[in-house]
Nanobody, 121 residues
Framework: VQLQACGGGLVQAGGSLRLSCAAS????????MAWFRQAPGKEREFVAT??????GYGRPVKDRFTASRDYAENTITLQMNNLKPEDTAVYYC?????????????????WGRGTQVTVSS
């Protein structure tokens, strides 16, 4: 099973980026998928999760980020608008796990390698 994230980069504050994560080796249509991020010196932080019939966001990104899934393509995307310097982090996609809904990284089984997002002020 592999999760491959892409779309990170350098953007000015107020700008936008779109991250994508493609899963292979397993169909996650009945599982939750999510985005987390980790800034230098900080713990991994929940960003967004999508499962069947629900979507949830972390408080720092709510109303600025939008997550979506393409169940046929086995992908999850993250549209990030009005980016702020504090959004700078490595962004990871995650999937799977027995817990149906979760904002905890420990409840996800499969992880991608991450993609760097840097927001300049």
């Amino acid at each position: 099973v592999q999760l491959q994230a892409c779309g990170g980069g350098l953007v000015q504050a107020g700008g936008s980026l779109r991250l994508s994560c493609a899963a292979s080796g397993r169909n996650f249509s009945n599982d939750k998928m999510a985005w987390f991020r980790q800034a230098p010196g900080k713990e991994r932080e929940f960003v967004a999760t999508i499962g069947i019939s629900y979507t949830g966001y972390g408080r720092p990104v709510k109303d600025r980020f939008t997550a979506s899934r393409d169940y046929a393509e086995n992908t999850i995307t993250l549209q990030m608008n009005n980016l702020k310097p504090e959004d700078t982090a490595v962004y990871y996609c995650a999937a799977g796990g027995r817990v149906v809904i979760s904002t905890s990284a420990t409840d996800y089984v499969y992880w991608g390698r991450g993609t760097q997002v840097t927001v300049s002020s």
